[in-house]
DNA sequence: ATACGACTTAAACCATGGTTTAAGTCAACG
DNA sequence: CGTTGACTTAAACCATGGTTTAAGTCGTAT
């Protein structure tokens, strides 16, 4: 099994490293190893788990949230029904924002088409 | 013409009195009127205005940059172009921060199916 | 030997985006 | 007349999510 140091992981995930030092403080990180130095060894599995918590803070998932799912792995099995609830209702909110944010994108495209026409009538306000 | 005031401006869009009041005072909201008292009278011009600085918002553009756009519209048409050029830069980050939200999405998808599935064969680690 | 680079820690610091508080003004209602 | 409700202000306060700093340890290359 190959093991990865913290810049390895930074640079692999093209987050900094001062950002996964943090993220182990703040519990998201669980059981990462250390050599004899007291330096961090990121196993495969440590990696799989860093990429989870990239992939629920790209999804605006808080800091809270996703200690609190990590925590629930580590405990194991019989978190599953817990996690699975999680998951899908935090899918639910990202979808929401997708869907807002696509939303939105609608009314700023209408402005750009507006100003790559000019199309001011008096009826448009200031905008 | 109707005016609106402060509190029914924060009804209409759903956000706090005193969020549309940080917003004025950070410059989000320029030239809106007062009665006699002092109130805010939010015209429909302004209540565009409202109304775009929220899309704006829930493109996750910062304040900085909402103010920017904003003194741009009320420099007026000169600066047409820089406004045109804005919302097409920030048209590619939303694009991109959807589509990352998208990708993220499809990982905690697959998370979900496992989970319903209970598809532990060894291989998956401890996710 | 020493100097360099990669790492460690705890704690201080920072930006962003509001929210809350305290003290006050005004108009209308009972 | 007084009190209630809607508003005003400036300033203090807060949460979130990091980033930076200072001081130190280790292994390796010159």
């Known amino acids: ?26 519990g998201l990180l669980p059981l990462i190893e250390r050599d004899e130095n007291g330096r961090r060894l990121f196993s495969e599995n440590q990696m799989a788990l860093l990429e989870t ?6 999804t605006h998932m808080p800091i809270s949230g996703i200690k ?8 194991g ?9 999680m ?7 990202v979808l929401a924002e997708i869907a807002l944010m696509t939303e939105s994108l609608k009314r700023i495209d209408f402005k ?3 100003y790559q026409n000019r199309n001011y009538n008096g009826e448009e306000g200031l905008e």
Chains 1, 2 share one sequence.
């Open 68 to 75: 609190q799912y990590m925590d629930w792995i580590i405990e």
């Open 87 to 93: 998951m899908n209702n935090h899918k639910q909110a």
């Open 1 to 26: 099994m190959k093991y990865c140091s913290i810049s390895e992981a930074s640079a692999k995930f093209n987050i900094p490293e001062s950002t996964i030092r943090y993220y182990e403080k703040k």
């Open 77 to 85: 099995d019989q978190t599953i029904e817990l996690r699975l609830e």
């Open 112 to 114: 750009i088409t507006r």
């Open 53 to 58: 918590v990239i992939c629920l803070k790209n």
